[in-house]
């Protein structure tokens, strides 16, 4: 049983395209987290979240909590983002999604 | 301000020995996670740290286990290791507050290579 679940798992798309991973999960939360991973390991937490909408350059983050379900956006999408994003839900401990591997092509 | 250091960032064990991993956070922070991450499994949560004290836990069995010092620098501890440790180990520092709803600020990693 996966508490998080992520889609797409890997995403190709063209330099200047909109972007949207999705996120659901099953658990009581009270924060849902986007982390970006780059090859080599290194994990950079881009979004806290528990209500609404959160905008952070070109990066943009919604929630639902009723709905279960986050979406990280990524508008006018640059080679640099290609990276893998990984949805992860904290309450007494953290579920991790199995991240989306994307690739942004110049 | 400094990042997360852990130490070492490569090692190499064989079956059945014991590993002891580093974690210095961020100054200031008082909350240290771990992490676990194989390309099967994903990232896991390993258990969470603050102020000398292990305030939550995942479903790992009880061969890892860690601490925290009165600095808050933390260390992991798995004995007895098997092959599926082979992993990479994070930790990630936070004020304090809550680790369920504060940002975490990761370190670079440890990779841990049974054989």
């Known amino acids: 049983k996966n508490e998080v679940e992520q889609s797409p798992q890997n995403l190709t798309a063209q330099e200047e395209e909109f972007i949207t991973i999705n996120c659901s999960y099953s658990?009581?939360?009270?924060?849902l987290h986007w982390l970006q991973q780059h090859p080599g390991g290194g994990i950079v937490s881009l979004f806290m979240l528990s209500s609404g909408k959160k905008k952070h350059g070109r990066l943009i983050a919604t929630i639902n909590i009723q709905e279960k379900h986050s979406s990280l956006h990524i508008t006018a999408s640059h080679p640099r983002d290609s990276a893998v994003y990984i949805c992860?839900?904290?309450?007494?401990?953290?579920?991790f999604g199995t991240g989306t591997s994307l690739t942004v092509i110049p | 301000k400094a990042g997360v250091t852990q130490t070492p960032r490569y090692l190499i064990k064989t079956r059945g020995q014991q590993v002891t991993l580093s974690c210095s956070p961020i100054s200031g922070h008082r909350s240290v996670s771990w992490y676990q991450q194989t390309p099967g499994q994903g990232l896991q949560f390993l258990f969470e740290?603050?102020?000398?004290?292990?305030?939550n836990k995942g479903n790992f069995p009880g061969r890892f286990s860690g601490r925290q010092f009165s600095n808050s620098r933390s260390e992991m501890n798995v004995s007895t290791l098997e092959l599926g440790d082979s992993a990479l180990y994070l930790c990630a520092s936070s004020l304090g507050t809550g680790m369920a709803q504060e940002t975490q600020y990761f370190g670079p990693g440890t990779r841990l290579l049974v054989l």
């Open positions: 992860a839900v904290s309450g007494n401990q953290f579920y």
């Open positions: 658990v009581g939360i009270s924060a």
């Open positions: 740290y603050f102020s000398e004290t292990q305030r």
